[in-house]
């Protein structure tokens, strides 16, 4: 069955065209440094907001239209993977993501949610074999359900710790059977609402314990994909355990598995968090921990995850400056953790969010090569840092500085000069650098 019966294969044909159903900027085969766009990029479509989001808010139903949705329980899980490489095909993008209940759903008890995992796993692994899409990442969804009410692997219970664990067994076990390049947690419960009935340590070393359990099964049964966290500040519980990059890198330090883990960042949670987006990049980066990329956008104005795709060229050029000084993502990628809005509910709305996103990307790729390339900002930044390049400040960058030493310094000095940021001008040149893509300068 064909779901989207009206739309080809969408591809690129460059600035100048007007064609809804065309890349104007995204060219997966165009060399940008010293990979093509779609080697470098590494697109993901999420499974959860394109084919199972229904477009409900606090406030109201959900209005998506979606031909599959005609059909019930494992009838639609079917469908939805129908539905699913349609669209990969049609999009043409190498990797997708999902969570264990937005394939199939869940049953009365474990057992049976598995063996409906188990039908819809076997037919997604037929469709990858005739799709060049391949599995980015896996998760399990152990927040939704009331029994996560309370937290999964931080719950008080210790059987939803064990049903938890459970459920990642299985997840571990279909990323192996389907490839995945990685498995991501996120902790969508792992946290607490007061501490007048939280036992915070407890909670952690649990959490601690539960990472260990993880990986100690993934070498048990040879599943080699990165392990990645995903920090989220708040939604829903008040105080999220991994609440940003640095909190999560704060957590795998105290509980040794700084190395192997690393993060999955998405721009919504950052700025949620108070950060920017690249803000979490070059954490994660410079701590050598930058795994993953959820690609979306918050709004501005409104302070909860609308998780909107992204169309902020500043954001996608800053963001993939940091990719780029990272080498890269590795086995990871560019996930459009990311929903069309509420009253963009027609299918076509789902080719038009992604086009616009991968767009986005490719031009902030672009942009973002010209300015390592040119080092523009290694070059103000090296400019601004000179005085730890000579002297005293070289000193101290090499440990030889001592409290004795920093005072003689200190007891010669008049006056200190001061440069200018020149935050405005460097602002002017990240425009041009814009613009002069936009022209194909």
Request: with cysteine; net charge negative; proline share 3%.
């Amino acid at each position: 069955m064909t779901y989207f019966t009206n739309i080809n294969r969408i591809q690129y044909e460059g600035p100048k065209s007007t064609n809804p159903y065309a890349f104007k900027f995204y060219n997966p085969e165009e060399k940008v440094g010293n990979q093509t766009m779609e080697e470098f990029l590494r697109f993901s479509v999420a499974y959860w907001h394109t084919f199972t989001e229904d477009l409900s808010d606090p406030f109201g139903v959900g209005t998506a239209v979606r031909s599959w949705d005609k059909y019930e329980g494992m009838d639609l899980a079917k469908a939805r993977v129908e539905a699913a490489f349609e669209f990969f095909d049609k999009m043409n993008v190498p990797y997708f993501c999902f969570h264990d209940v937005d394939i199939a759903p869940e049953g009365s008890n474990l057992r049976e949610s598995n063996q409906n995992l188990d039908t819809i796993v076997s037919m997604i692994k037929d469709y990858m074999k005739d799709s060049k899409t391949k599995l980015l990442w896996n998760t399990v969804n152990n927040f939704t359900h009331p029994r996560f009410v309370h937290g999964a692997a931080s719950s008080n219970s210790a059987d939803v710790f064990a049903y938890a664990a459970a459920k990642v067994k299985k997840g571990l076990e279909i990323g192996k059977e389907l490839g995945s390049e990685n498995y991501v947690f996120w902790g969508g419960r792992e946290g607490y609402e007061t501490l007048l009935n939280t036992d915070m340590k407890l909670e952690l070393d649990n959490l601690g314990r539960f990472f260990h359990l993880a990986v100690n099964y993934a070498d048990e049964i040879g599943y080699d994909g990165q392990f990645l966290i995903e920090p989220k500040p708040k939604e829903p519980t008040t105080h999220q355990y991994d609440f940003d990059v640095a909190s999560g890198y704060a957590f795998l330090q105290r509980y040794d598995l700084q190395d192997r883990f690393k993060f999955n960042i998405e721009a919504n949670h950052a700025t949620l968090a108070g950060h920017t987006f690249e803000h979490e990049l070059q954490y994660a980066r410079v701590n050598g921990l930058l795994g993953s990329v959820d690609a979306n956008q918050g709004h501005p104005l409104l302070g909860w995850d609308t998780d909107e795709f992204p169309t902020d060229l500043y954001a996608t050029t800053l963001a993939m400056y940091e990719i780029i000084k990272n080498g890269g993502l590795g086995h990871g990628g560019l996930n459009f953790d990311a929903k069309v809005r509420r009253g963009s509910f027609a299918p076509e709305d789902l080719f038009h969010a992604h086009i616009a996103g991968m767009d986005s990307f490719a031009v902030g790729f672009k942009v973002a090569q010209k300015l390592y390339d040119d080092r523009v900002l290694e070059e103000i930044i090296e400019e601004r840092y000179d005085s730890f390049g000579r002297g005293i400040g070289k000193e101290i960058v090499e440990g030889k500085a001592n409290f004795h030493s920093l005072e003689d310094h200190a007891l010669k000095l008049d006056a200190i000069p001061q440069k200018s940021g020149q935050l405005e001008k460097i602002k002017s040149t990240l425009n041009q650098y814009l613009l002069r893509a936009y022209a194909g300068e």
